[in-house]
């Protein structure tokens, strides 16, 4: 399991880039936790 933390949208759209990249046609991606926006 990974975990990916983003500090800014840059980051984020940076990232979903890569990963979509990675992804195969039939894989199957499942999200858990907490998801959205947080203020520390």
Do not use: H, P, W
């Amino acid at each position: 399991m990974e975990t990916y933390i983003s500090k800014n949208e840059a980051d984020t759209i940076s990232f979903a880039k890569k990963f979509a990249k990675s992804l195969n046609k039939n894989d199957i991606i499942v999200l858990d936790g907490e998801l959205g926006a947080r203020q520390n």
